[in-house]
């Protein structure tokens, strides 16, 4: 499984982006979001389950991004909603070999990784 993301790019406090994971084909596992600041720790940011009606989001972010699954476009995507300068990191994607029931942010849950879309926030 390819995965591929992006979305990414530089934006003001406050702004939005949408980041776009697509695979090379149907996704049967779940789907996390991850992000790395410079000189940080990979962080778990969000992940949707196979079935669509488990999702989680870290403390971090909640209430400002949303994640969605499109399973006809094999794409999941990552909504960004006021975002702070905090948010700048390298975003990653991956998901899982099988299905999944309940999601997890821990990376080594995950199987199959896509390279990252750096996304700046900035005035």
């Known amino acids: 499984v390819q995965l591929q993301a992006s979305g990414g790019g530089l934006v003001q406090p406050g702004g939005s982006l949408r980041l776009s994971c697509t695979t090379s084909?149907?996704?049967?596992?779940?789907i996390g979001w991850f992000r790395q600041a410079p000189g940080k720790e990979r962080e778990g940011v969000s992940c949707?389950?196979?079935?669509?009606?488990?999702?989680f989001y870290s403390d971090s972010v909640k209430g400002r991004f949303t994640i969605s699954r499109d399973h006809a476009q094999n794409t999941v995507y990552l909504q960004m909603n006021s975002l702070k300068p905090e948010d700048t990191a390298v975003y990653y994607c991956?998901?899982?070999?099988?299905?999944?029931?309940?999601?997890?942010?821990?990376?080594?849950?995950?199987?199959?990784w896509g390279q990252g879309t750096l996304v700046t926030v900035s005035s």
């Open positions: 084909e149907p996704i049967l596992g779940g």
């Open positions: 991956a998901t899982t070999r099988d299905y999944v029931h309940y999601c997890s942010v821990i990376d080594t849950s995950y199987d199959y």
């Open positions: 949707i389950a196979t079935n669509d009606d488990n999702t």
